[in-house]
């Protein structure tokens, strides 16, 4: 089933990864561009956002790099005036960005609380500040809004066993804060959804949870697994995968959504260790 986003001009913000292997904004990114949408890959590291437009090219998809800041307004307005100026619109914005800080209100310093609150939600409200009128003009002027996905997490919704206060807190808020915007646009044609993963085996959590808790990479894998009701973790296509059924026309009823992605962790009583989200 190929082209379910055929002539679609989408923005993935954090197209990149952190390290080798597959996070969940380059696994959008590179499955938007095979469905037939063109993509902005943004992101705040130049050779991650060059890297995954890059994958889209040799793939023979549209994609191009911009470098931004997302927790930066004038970095989403760069980013919003590229894609309107590469590709003539703005149909799908996933906000993908999301970064991790450990540590309970006793041991986070407020610069980071400061710091998380920003890159994990602020730049969420800022995007959608700024793609929000681009996406209320295209409906009047065509009928066609857009369709907003925000990167959430299961730590919004359950304690996972580690005191990541700053950013459960921050994943938390991203649901009422979509869940808003859904309801205030829903007459102009534009949806929005969060998308809750669990726990998933991407670079960038192999290497946080290395940082915070030591230990092999094989054990950590296998104490995660242990977690998960199907006896293994997800991975960055499970979460993209579900990002492109919300941004394609087959949602076209979904909005205000909460689309847990997590192999029923959440929904099981009962978990302990180092499971984080992440
Ligand atoms: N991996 C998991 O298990 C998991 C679970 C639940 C939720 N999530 C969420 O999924 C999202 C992606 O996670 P991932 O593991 O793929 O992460 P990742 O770090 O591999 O990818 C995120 C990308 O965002 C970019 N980025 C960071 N700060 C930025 C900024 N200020 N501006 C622009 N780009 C920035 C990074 O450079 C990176 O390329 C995050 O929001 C995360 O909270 C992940």
């Keep these: 089933m190929a082209g379910r986003l055929e002539g679609k001009a989408a923005i993935v913000v954090g ?9 969940n904004g380059k696994a959008a990114a590179v499955l938007f561009a095979r469905e037939g949408a063109r993509v902005l890959c943004a992101d705040i590291d130049p050779d991650a956002a060059a890297e ?14 911009c470098v931004c800041d997302a927790g930066n307004p004038d970095g989403i307005a760069a980013m919003t005036a590229a894609c309107l100026q590469r590709y003539g619109r703005i149909d799908v914005l996933e906000n993908n960005v999301g970064v991790l800080q450990l540590g309970g209100p006793a041991e986070v310093e407020l610069d ?28 009047e002027e065509s009928g066609r809004g857009g369709v907003i996905v925000n990167i959430a997490s299961i730590a919004g919704i359950r304690d996972t066993g580690i005191p990541f206060v700053a950013y459960n807190t921050t994943k938390g808020a991203i649901l009422p ?9 829903a007459k102009q044609g ?14 960038m959590v192999m290497q946080s949870l290395q940082e915070s808790y030591g230990g092999d990479a094989e054990s950590l894998v296998q104490q995660r697994n242990a977690l998960c009701p199907t006896g293994a973790m997800g991975d960055a296509w499970d979460v993209a995968y579900a990002a492109l059924y919300l941004a394609s026309d087959e949602a076209k009823y979904v909005t205000a959504a909460e689309l847990v992605v997590d192999g029923g962790i959440t929904a099981r009583i009962g978990a302990a260790g180092p499971s984080g989200d992440r």
């Design 15 to 23: 197209a990149g990864s952190t390290g080798p292997g597959w996070g």
């Design 52 to 65: 995954t437009a890059a994958i889209v090219g040799s793939e023979g998809g549209e994609a191009s790099a």
């Design 112 to 139: 980071d609380w400061e710091r998380l609150l920003r890159i994990n939600l602020t730049s969420m409200f800022l995007a959608c500040k700024a793609v929000l009128p681009v996406m209320v003009r295209q409906f």
């Design 177 to 185: 804060f979509t869940r808003s915007i859904a309801i205030q646009y």
């Design 190 to 203: 534009i949806r929005a959804n969060s998308v809750l993963p669990g726990l998933m085996q991407t670079p």
